[in-house]
């Protein structure tokens, strides 16, 4: 088949680190031509090093995410009587990291799949705490269009009528998951790698966020999503698990994944309540390290502490149980002006907690997770 690939880029500080370099040369051997769009601002190295992957490289102003980025490429930058040439169009972000496996043979177990569009998970119908549905739709990460779709007046039609989102909830609700509705409502049939397989569809929940593991191992999957890091992420330990299997399979460089990542961090622009730039500067000049807390956020510590081959004390809780392991009664440590401690807690625990620690601990021995 003749595939189009529509990449878009985002990145406030204008980079393109490598992990995009080696996602575009990947691509590049299975798609007959690549479209890059930058939502916003790109520096001349970078666009430089873009130009070494396609001579088809739009700059816009960052409005409407990503769904508006796709509404100028198919209103005006490349038009109709272009991308009909081609038999799908792909459709994609650079919010994952891969391919950890071949696009080829994914390519080729869709081949065979009598459908108009695709993609790789596909989000459950959910009713939200407020009411609202979320209707099932595939995600719209990494989006395959057929020409059966594209070269209907309907495509045009649908993309006509999206406004800019104004919100990433708003581009979620009219983009992605509008996406889905509309076409399947038209007569138009969608599918997804997920429902290739018996067995692995989980209700209510979001697949590469919660089970980026076998998605990645069973599935093969070959993207991971960058979010799935994001601590506050319910699925963070599933997705420590994936990249502990990516390393040990040697399915891809992780330290593309963590300098992405760490970038961010040090910029203040990775959207997670765990900020690992300084996470690193805290472990590395403390002699002692504790963590302060056995829930949720305390157990994610740990997995991470197992993942990067670091060791802590203990965990330190206000009160002691026969049901927690390794954990010490904070007021019975006695405390060196060298040691750390992380305050791995709910933003409702931290508020009761932090003023005791602080009464025993200057502020350079305390690490404290983002809850903004």
Known sequence: MKRLGIIVLFDSSGNVDNYIKVLLSSLQSELHEILIVINGYMDNNSLKILYNYTDMVFCRENIGFDAGAYKDVFLHFFGRDRYEMYDEIILMNDTIFGPLSSLKMLFERFEAENVDFWGLTKHPEKVCNNGKVIESHIQAYFLVIRKTLFTDSLFETFWRELDYPQ????????????????????????????ELYQGLLWEKENPYLLHSYELIKEL??????????????????????TLEYIEKEDKYDTSLIWDNIYRLCREKKYLSVLDYADLDKFYAVHNRIFIYGNGKYGQKMEKYFRYRNWTFECFLS????????????????????????????????????YPVVRERMDDTQMFILRYE
């Open 318 to 353: 206000s009160e002691i149980t026969d049901t927690f392991v390794n954990c010490c009664k904070y007021s019975e440590i006695d405390f060196n002006s060298d040691d750390g401690v992380i305050l791995a807690l709910g933003k409702a625990a931290f508020a009761e907690v």
């Open 167 to 194: 919100s990433y909830e708003m581009a979620v609700r009219n983009f992605e998951i509008k996406f889905t509705v509309f076409f399947t409502e038209k007569g138009f049939q969608g599918n997804s790698l997920m």
């Open 220 to 241: 093969k999957v070959p993207f991971f999503k960058k979010k799935c890091l994001q601590f506050q992420n319910e699925g963070y330990i599933n997705a420590l698990k």
